[in-house]
C-alpha cells in the first residue's frame, strides 16, 4: 500500500505561481510513475503532468511550458511548480503514484 499526501493548493490570482507537492509513503519500491491529474467541475480528470522514477516526464498541452514536475526519490516526493496561472487551471488537483492515489488539493484560480 502507498499513502500520498498532496499540499500546496489554495487560491491564487491569474498570472500567478504555485508548486503543489506530494509525499508518499509505504511500500514505495516498485512505483516508477508520479505525477498529478486535475478534475474541474463538470469535466472529466485529466493528466496535468507526470514523472518516471528515472526522471522521464510527460505534460498535458494545456500546462506545458507554464508547468514543471520534479521528484525526489529519496523523499518519495513529486511536485508540480505551476506558473501563469490561467482560470481554467482551476480545479482539484489529485497525486498519484502507479494506481494509488490522493486525496486531492483544490486550486482556484480568481483575482
Known amino acids: 500500500q502507498v499513502q500520498l499526501v498532496e499540499s500546496g493548493g489554495g487560491l491564487v490570482p491569474p498570472g500567478g505561481s504555485l508548486r503543489l507537492s506530494c509525499a508518499a509513503s509505504?511500500?514505495?519500491?516498485?512505483?516508477?510513475?508520479m505525477g498529478w491529474h486535475r478534475q474541474a467541475p463538470g469535466k472529466q480528470r485529466e493528466l496535468v503532468a507526470d514523472?518516471?522514477?528515472?526522471?522521464?516526464?510527460r505534460y498535458a498541452n494545456s500546462v506545458k511550458g507554464r508547468s514543471t514536475i520534479s521528484r525526489d526519490n529519496a523523499k518519495n516526493t513529486v511536485y508540480l511548480q505551476m506558473n501563469s496561472l490561467k482560470p481554467e487551471d482551476a480545479a482539484v488537483y489529485y497525486c498519484?503514484?502507479?494506481?494509488?492515489w490522493g486525496q486531492g488539493t483544490q486550486v482556484t484560480v480568481s483575482s
Open positions: 498519484y503514484a502507479d494506481d494509488f
Open positions: 509505504g511500500s514505495m519500491y516498485s512505483i516508477n510513475v
Open positions: 514523472i518516471t522514477r528515472g526522471g522521464r516526464t
